[in-house]
């Protein structure tokens, strides 16, 4: 049976596909990986697997897809005993839907991803990519990933330190290890008041009426999130045209110190951990990037279907029967104009199959 990928993603661009497997169980999950990955032929492209779970960060070109496609949807959540008092732990199938765990993390009192809410794709996706927002990420929860390793033919628990887990990053995005993630294991807070944990974003605290370090209860903390992310339109909404995207787009760049006191007095910058050599580095707001290089909220090239968002400029959107070409010509004139006009370049978020900048 032929599915449309555009189907199965958030920007809804995408080719059909010929060869499409969904396991329902983790085993089975297991079992079709074993089988996918056997095909593989490291010098032939057309016979890797591609994966695609909650497709909320993967952009799909228009021709047909001819590869066979993985569609992760396993479900489960388990509650773990061998964590230490006030704390639990959490072991999470990877087709599970992170919001979905972020509720039931809020609804039990859990500490430690409410302000993660709101973030559609799934749990698995979640260590690839380290998502993180208005002061948290995966990584300060992480325990361990259970992974099928396609070059070892067998099933291997990744401990966090070994993921190699950055700013949007880790060895399983960069392509340093081969497979699919099984399950997710992460480790919370119980406090036992309902309050979560210290607010660690400007915005937030603000959104909250609070101060940053302060305590909020959990559910007020989610909530908040929740309204700051759809007033961008980074809540999927199908009422919402803006919803209609991969997110952010674009990743803030890290630059070193020396090269961003060359911008602007009033651009955005955040420091950050020094280089491996030494070297201090900031992180940049893309968005302010992109709107001060003249692509303003609502943007799009002539006769486009693909526009920038008119509530967020670091998100591109699909206002409607938009190609995956038009989505990638657009994504390539912003990266013109701010590399014309700052000398930044600036690296795409989602994961491209069949297509590319």
Request: aromatic share 6%; with cysteine.
């Amino acid at each position: 049976m032929t599915v449309r990928l555009a189907d199965l993603t958030t920007m809804r661009v995408g080719g059909p596909a010929e060869r499409l497997f969904e396991p329902p169980t983790r085993d089975e999950l297991v079992g079709t990986a074993r089988e996918l990955f056997a095909e593989v032929d490291p010098f032939d492209p057309s016979t890797a697997v591609v994966l695609l779970a909650g497709g909320s960060n993967t952009i799909v070109g228009d021709e047909p897809v001819t590869n066979s496609v993985l569609h992760v949807v396993t479900r489960g959540v388990e509650l773990l005993d061998d964590v230490a008092e006030g704390r639990v732990g959490l072991r999470v199938d990877a087709g599970e839907r992170w919001g979905a765990l972020v509720d039931l993390a809020v609804a039990r009192g859990f500490a430690g991803i409410e302000a993660l809410a709101g973030i559609p794709g799934s749990v698995g996706a979640a260590p690839v990519q380290n998502i993180g927002a208005y002061g948290q990420e995966v990584s300060s929860v992480l325990r361990r990933v259970e992974f099928y390793d396609a070059d070892l033919d067998e099933v291997v628990w990744i401990d966090a330190a070994d993921l190699g887990l950055g700013y949007r990053s880790s060895v399983l995005k960069r392509g340093e290890r081969t497979g699919v993630v099984l399950r997710v294991e992460i480790e919370l807070q119980a406090p036992g008041d309902g309050l979560g944990a210290p607010i660690a974003y400007a915005q937030l605290a603000g959104a909250l009426g609070a101060e940053l370090g302060e305590r909020r209860p959990i559910a007020e903390v989610r909530d908040a999130v929740v309204a700051l992310r759809a007033s961008k339109g980074m809540v999927l909404d199908p009422t919402d045209a803006d919803s209609c995207s991969a997110g952010s787009f674009f990743m803030n760049p890290v630059v070193s110190q020396s090269f961003a006191s060359g911008l602007p007095a009033d651009a955005p910058r955040f420091r950050q951990a020094a280089a491996p050599d030494g070297t201090p580095l900031v992180k940049l707001s893309a968005a302010w990037l992109i709107e001060h290089a003249g692509v303003r909220k609502g943007f799009s090239l002539p006769g486009s279907r693909a526009a920038i968002s008119s509530k967020h400029t670091l998100a591109i959107t699909n206002r409607g029967g938009a190609t995956a070409v038009e989505v990638t010509e657009l994504a390539r004139f912003v990266q013109a104009r701010v590399l014309a006009e700052y000398g930044v370049v600036l690296q795409p978020e989602p994961v491209f199959v069949d297509a590319e900048l």
